[in-house]
């Protein structure tokens, strides 16, 4: 059964900084150079849309431009944890982030492309 645990959600002030992190279990053979993974972010005012992703194939890594230059994915390649440390938040950043794999590469960080998701943390930027 595949599972994806995230952790590090939270209450932070705006300027502030947080990282998430997504624990990837039961995907039989699992690897990072064939399977994609990916952060997603849904808002009160905005659907659920790709943060950042990684393709699984060639390590191609794609960011939001809303993100780009603050936050940064990367991977414990052996304890199989996705991280996405974001930094320099403002209010428009509150929302739910959401840990998504899949079983191959994906080379479009879109909703439609992902079968596999976690519950979420939730991310609160205010004063």
């Known amino acids: 059964q595949v599972q994806l645990v995230e952790s590090g959600g939270g209450l932070v002030q705006p300027g502030g900084s947080l990282r998430l992190a997504c624990a990837v279990s039961?995907?039989?053979?699992?690897?990072?150079?064939?399977?994609?993974v990916g952060w997603f972010r849904q808002t009160p005012w905005k659907e659920r849309e790709g943060v950042s992703c990684?393709?699984?194939?060639?390590?191609?890594?794609y960011y939001a431009d809303s993100v780009n230059g603050r936050f940064t994915i990367s991977r414990d390649k052996a304890k199989k944890i996705v991280y996405l440390p974001i930094s320099s938040l403002a209010s428009a950043a509150t929302g739910v982030y959401y840990c998504t794999a899949e079983m191959f590469p994906v080379y479009v960080c879109s909703l439609d492309n992902y079968d596999y998701w976690g519950q979420g943390p939730k991310v609160s930027v205010s004063s």
């Open positions: 039961g995907i039989s053979g699992f690897t990072w150079s064939h399977n994609a």
């Open positions: 990684i393709s699984g194939s060639d390590g191609d890594i």
